[in-house]
Each structure stands twice: as C-alpha cells, then as structure tokens.
C-alpha cells in the first residue's frame, strides 16, 4: 500500500494544510492556530478552569501551560482563582482576547462556509460518519 492511499496519511495531510492556513491567517494578528484554539475554548463571560482547556483541545497539560503563559504575556488572557473552589484557576479574557476570539470564530466559520458550498451536503455527511467511526474504533481500542 503506497503511502497516498493511507487513511491516516490522507487525515494527516489534510490536517496539516487546515492548520498552516490558519497559522497564516493568525500570523496576520499576532497570534497563531494554537492561541486561537484556546481563546475559542474559554468562556467568553464565565472564564473557563485552567484544567478544563486542555481535555477540550486534546493537548498535554504541559503545553498548555507554556501556552497560558505566552498568551498572559500578550496580553490575551488573565487568571483568577475560582471563587467556589481555592484550588482552582480559571482563564479570561481580556478585551484582546476577546478580539482574537471574534477574528478566530470568524476564520472559522469562513473556512466552514466555502466548505459547506465546494462540497455537497451528501458527501459531508458521508465525511462525518467515516470521521465519526473511525473516531470510535480509535476510542474503543478496537484497532490494536
């Protein structure tokens, strides 16, 4: 089997294209793909608990930290302890943040748009539930 014809190659291709075409976009407001997935997953209004982030985005705790820390030194975010709970730290953001949360969204929904009208409504939903079950075999360790 040539690597082209790879499920996984071909998700990890298209993957990495969706991704550099958002770096360009985010380089264009001093922020990258990473920064703006964050600020898409924090509670505009409530904030969000620190730990909560990373499970959302699928990353390791540790980059995230780096991560928190970069964005406070932008400017984009702030930390508050959780009144209900000491222990915790809940992520803002601030009036940057929530730019960069507005031209994030945006991007979003642009890219999803031009999707949505290049490629017909059957043939998404067959995308979905190829991604879907994939997704689930993955999950249920059906694979190895």
Known sequence: MKREETVDHQIKMCWHAIYRMYNQQAVQHEST????FVVLNIDPIEGTPATKIAPLMGLESRSLTRMLKSMEEKGFIYREKD???????RIFLT???QEKRRVSRETVIRFNE???????????????????????LIDSKSIF
């Open 33 to 36: 793909t990473s920064m703006a």
């Open 83 to 89: 009144p209900n709970d000491g222990r915790s730290v």
């Open 95 to 97: 009036e940057t943040g």
């Open 114 to 136: 031009v999707i949505r009208q290049s490629i017909a409504p059957e043939k998404l939903d067959a995308f979905f539930e190829v991604i879907t079950k994939i997704n689930q």
